[in-house]
């Protein structure tokens, strides 16, 4: 099978990933900054605000990520369970549990999510049916020139 270039499914997974990761490493080196500058005033300020904007900045890579996999439960299942877990520790975290709680779950939720990114990546990149949007330009354009040689 050749290499398939970059589409737009390829590079929302590739976000995706990219947020979760950056996510869950926030979430493991945000206490170690903490720690390091006490007197630094803007840091809480900044943690109150990054959880909030990674919910926001989520539901839309979750959302094209699902439709792009073309609904496939195992994708979206990760995907969507990645994103609850996520939401489910920051607000729990917030309201309810503390700041262990938040960290060790939303971290869970961040694996959750890469994990199903990957699966939706590699869905991409193994696919052979050709009338799935994720399939480049390039090959398209060939199957279409294909198709009118064989009708002429």
């Not at 990760?78 to 975290?93: A, C, P, S, Y």
Request: some cysteine; glycine content about 6%; hydrophobic content about 45%.
């Amino acid at each position: 099978m050749t290499e398939k270039s970059a589409t737009a499914s390829v590079l929302w997974d590739r976000f995706g990933v990219g947020v979760s990761t950056i996510c869950a490493i926030h979430c493991l080196f945000f206490p170690v900054l903490i720690s390091l500058l006490p007197v630094t005033t803007f840091l809480p300020a900044m943690h109150d605000w990054a959880h909030p904007v990674f919910i926001i900045t989520l539901i839309p890579i979750v959302y094209f990520a699902s439709r792009r996999s073309h609904y496939d439960p195992k994708i979206v299942s990760f995907l969507t369970g990645g994103f609850i877990i996520v939401l489910i520790g920051w607000l729990g975290g917030h309201l309810l549990f503390g700041y262990v709680f938040e960290t060790v779950v939303t971290l869970f939720g961040s694996v959750i999510l890469i994990v199903g990114h990957w699966f939706n990546y590699r869905h991409h990149r193994q696919c052979k049916n050709h009338s799935h949007e994720h399939h480049p330009v390039a090959e398209k354009m060939a199957e279409s020139q294909h198709q009118k040689e064989t009708a002429e």
